[in-house]
């Protein structure tokens, strides 16, 4: 069952949770997402993947409104509430994973580079994500909905919430792990949704100045082999911390940490790039973004294979958006 949010008034604007696109001198421009601070919460029952596709169709037309995975605490309002997240260490939060997991989730795949497959229609470009699935996902109905950039550049990269139902329930903290380091973590799915107090944003962009460049391609149900995923059994693995001196640290991670992660580009690539462009400009005082690019693309030719072409990923288009959306994120200037 998802929990519904949606904005509250607050000094008597009432903040979207979507994104404005403007057209203006032959280009557009973007809003990225406000600052929402209370939230109103309620509960919408989806018993199949039809039923989520229905619920999403009408969320879609909402802007104000979107999903979350978590629910809200017993006993709190469910009126101009904080979206905080309940644990032992912050017993105040207001919303919790649902004890007993849901039959529902969503894949969120961000900035795939994909130019160099020529794709020129939605069902190839739909069938090239869902390729890049665990298995398991590859067969089943899905629903989509492109982001509010989708296409916007081209069709170079391919950004999509794909929603599927399950055949039975899971945890959002086995999800969450078994993505950012378990036996999926080569996948390129954001394992971020699966905190239960993050948004999953619904409603469909807002065009100023010219109409949906996607119109009635934005979003829709895929009917597959079967209606629900029957996700493979898996077991978060339990490994001792290994415990290093400063020295022993420094000798066995030089760099704080990135020659490491450079490590794990391959067959995988699209997230451990990101996870490496973002530790570089978050620890170096003076990011060499030249030098950064070239030991990019050296690792990438040199790492393994994956399902992706390698010569998406050393274009220097992908690598320039990843590396100022580094440098952005943690407010260097470029």
């Known amino acids: 069952m998802p929990t519904i949010i949606s904005t509250t008034n607050s000094g008597g604007k009432r903040i979207p949770l979507t994104k404005t696109l403007t057209w203006t001198e032959n280009a557009w421009s973007k809003s990225d997402y406000s600052n929402a601070y209370l939230f109103n919460s309620d509960r919408y029952p989806a018993r199949s993947i039809d039923e989520l596709s229905v619920l999403l169709q009408v969320l879609e037309t909402m802007p104000y409104h979107a999903i979350i995975r978590g629910r809200l605490v017993d006993g709190r309002d469910d009126v ?22 849901l039959r529902w989730l969503m894949l969120d795949i961000d900035k795939l580079p994909v130019s160099s497959y020529g794709f020129t229609g939605m069902e190839e470009r739909l069938a090239h994500l869902i390729s890049t699935l665990p298995p398991e996902f590859q067969q089943a109905t899905f629903h989509f909905q492109w982001s509010s950039s989708a296409g916007l550049d081209g069709w170079g990269t391919l950004s999509c919430h794909l929603w599927f139902f399950l055949t039975e329930p899971w945890l959002c903290g086995d999800l969450h792990d078994r993505l950012q380091s378990g036996d999926w973590k080569h996948y390129d799915i954001d394992p971020a949704p699966f905190t239960p107090n993050q948004i999953h944003y619904t409603a469909s962009p807002i065009f100023v100045g010219a109409q949906d460049p996607l119109g009635c391609d934005r979003s829709g149900l895929v009917r597959g ?110």
């Open 80 to 101: 101009a509430v904080r979206r905080t997240l309940h644990s032992f260490i912050n017993p105040e939060g207001n919303f919790e994973p649902s004890p007993n997991g």
């Open 225 to 334: 082999q079967v209606d629900a995923v029957t996700i493979s059994p898996w077991v978060r693995p339990v490994e001792p911390r290994p415990v290093f001196t400063p020295a022993e640290r420094e000798e066995r991670f030089p760099g704080c940490g990135f020659e490491d992660l450079l490590a794990d580009i391959g067959p995988s690539y699209h997230r451990p790039i990101l996870r490496a462009v973002a530790h570089y400009v978050a620890v170096t005082a003076e990011p060499d973004v030249d030098w950064l690019t070239e030991r990019l693309v050296d690792t990438i030719w040199a790492a393994h294979h994956g399902k992706n072409r390698k010569q998406d990923y050393v274009d220097p288009r992908y690598l320039d958006r990843v590396i100022s959306g580094a440098l952005a994120k943690f407010r260097r200037i470029v």
